[in-house]
């Protein structure tokens, strides 16, 4: 079964309705979805997917405890070196974990985040396909897996984190198998998920308000 990582930066509480759109592809696709625990973009995903009433998920925690499972999914605890000291380190573990379950990645980005940048660069490395979603251009970047993907990601971010990425990036081989992108053209009832994706954006953008 194919399984997507979706994640995000801890600003984005909000999901737009070109986000909804690709969660709606995977729902429909009967993907797994293996998420974070985190406030922010992993909260939100969680929530739309319960709304969609989706059962294929799975949350990632680092250590023991959990959270956010909005949707009640299996919890998969990630085993840490120093429980006790939450630092980057510490939640860092959990992504890493899920960039080697997943087969492709869907990360929505606010411009700033590091970590988000991190879980392209670990898909990468392992020649695996993802897609980041810069909520302030409202555009997606897709990674296909290429020598070039590098230097795509590094073109996107500010300096400052440019040695963070190149820190972090070591092409390891992988025999992962390679899938098709999600994306909201590959089926031909685009437009009645693009209504249905609208509905369920702008319902869930009331309840949240609320």
């Given at each position: 079964m194919t399984v997507v990582f979706v994640g995000g930066s801890r600003h984005v509480a909000r999901l737009s309705a070109e986000v909804c759109r690709r969660l709606d592809r995977i729902v429909e696709q009967n993907f797994r979805v293996v998420v974070g625990d985190a406030n922010g973009a992993d909260r939100a995903v969680q929530a739309y997917l319960q709304a969609c009433h989706y059962r294929q998920v799975e949350v990632f925690c680092s250590g023991n405890t959990?959270?956010?499972?909005?949707?009640?999914?299996?919890?998969?605890?990630?085993?840490?070196?120093?429980?006790?000291?939450?630092?980057?380190?510490?939640?860092?573990?959990?992504?890493?974990?899920?960039?080697v379950e997943a087969n492709f990645g869907l990360m929505i980005w606010?411009?700033?985040?590091?970590?988000t940048l991190m879980n392209i660069v670990r898909l990468i490395q392992q020649k695996k396909k993802a897609v980041l979603y810069i909520t302030k251009q409202e555009k997606?970047?897709?990674?296909?897996?290429?020598?070039?993907?590098?230097?795509?990601?590094?073109?996107?971010?500010?300096?400052?984190?440019?040695?963070?990425?190149?820190?972090e990036f070591t092409p390891l081989p992988t025999d992962a198998p390679q899938i098709p992108l999600i994306s909201e053209t590959s089926s031909p009832d685009v437009e009645p998920r693009k209504k249905r994706a609208r509905r369920r954006s702008a319902a869930f953008s009331r309840n949240a308000s609320t």
């Open positions: 959990t959270r956010n499972n909005v949707g009640n999914w299996p919890v998969r605890n990630v085993a840490v070196a120093k429980p006790s000291k939450r630092d980057r380190a510490f939640y860092t573990a959990k992504d890493r974990e899920m960039t606010d411009g700033k985040s590091t970590g997606f970047v897709e990674f296909l897996g290429a020598d070039g993907d590098m230097l795509t990601l590094r073109s996107l971010c500010p300096p400052e984190l440019r040695d963070e990425l190149d820190a």
